[in-house]
């Protein structure tokens, strides 16, 4: 028995809704800044990076590049707006790629000035950033 086009078409579009409508069911913004208490990282071309981010609105951020296996550290404050869903940065967060995605040499002196990336949730686990190419997974 064969199926009419425009039958197909219709299962494949319904199938789509479907799983766009679950999709960002379970695809959100963190409701307060307890959920992103906790360590993430990072790991892509250059580098691996963990990011904890403490109750206190202190964030540690450890940058290991992969070529060379040097550790820089960085320290700062983090804050998170639960209306825009962005996360902030404060005091010396260390942006390892450019804009190309290559290394960034002076990433370890940190320009003045802040850095904000969105916070996610998709099936419960929490993203950050995406920006760049960073982007940084909830592991605890």
Sequence with gaps: MQM?????S??????????????????????????????????????????TLNQDGIFIQEVRLK???????????WSYDPKTGYISFEGGFMLVLNGFRKLN??????????VSW???????RILLGGAEGVLYKKVK
Excluded at 40 to 49: L, P, T
Excluded at 105 to 114: D, W
């Design 4 to 8: 009419r086009a425009g039958a197909v």
């Design 10 to 51: 219709s299962l494949l579009f319904q199938g789509g809704l479907i799983f766009f409508l679950a999709f960002f069911m379970f695809a959100c913004k963190p409701k307060n800044q307890a959920e992103l208490y906790g360590t993430y990282i990072a790991d892509y071309d250059i580098a691996k990076e963990k990011l």
């Design 67 to 77: 070529a060379t296996s040097k550790v820089n550290i960085a320290k700062g404050t």
């Design 118 to 124: 969105p916070a996610d949730k998709y099936f419960g």
């Design 105 to 114: 040499p002076s990433y370890a002196r940190p320009k003045p000035g802040g």
